[in-house]
């Protein structure tokens, strides 16, 4: 929708992409998993943000840093899976600390250097995949 700011200058919100929502729903579910020691939770978290990755609508930015960033976060993914399946509770979390290290890095490149800005927080839950 459409919304005025206080200088009276219209603006147009645009919700945030359903993959982005997708990676936050996962992230979830990785936190839920490492905080109740629910190795299957985890797994499945980090399953899901592997096809995140691998989804070809997350192709359409052909900048470098941020193909680099893509990879990164598909290669943590994977690593976080096998830590999960052996049950190994330090290596997922140590694992999800570099995560969101590099969630938060791709963000700044794409804020700072790429000027794409998520203008509105979402107005419904979290779509998962």
């Known amino acids: 929708g459409t919304g005025a700011s206080r200088s009276g200058e219209q603006r147009i919100e ?40 691998d989804a070809s609508e997350w192709e359409g930015n052909t900048d470098e ?28 979390a140590y694992i999800y600390t570099q995560t969101v290290s590099t969630c938060i890095t791709c963000h700044q490149h794409c804020r700072d250097v790429l000027r794409i800005a998520e203008r509105s927080r979402p107005q419904s839950g979290v779509i998962r995949i």
């Open 14 to 53: 645009e919700p945030i992409p359903g993959l982005m929502l997708a990676k936050l729903a996962s992230s979830q579910a990785i936190v839920a998993g490492l905080v109740s020691k629910d190795f299957d939770q985890i797994r499945r978290g980090a399953k899901d943000m592997v096809r995140i990755c």
């Open 65 to 92: 840093v941020y193909a680099h960033h893509r990879r990164e976060l598909r290669r943590q993914a994977i690593k976080l899976n096998q830590m999960a399946q052996d049950q190994n509770l330090d290596g997922a």
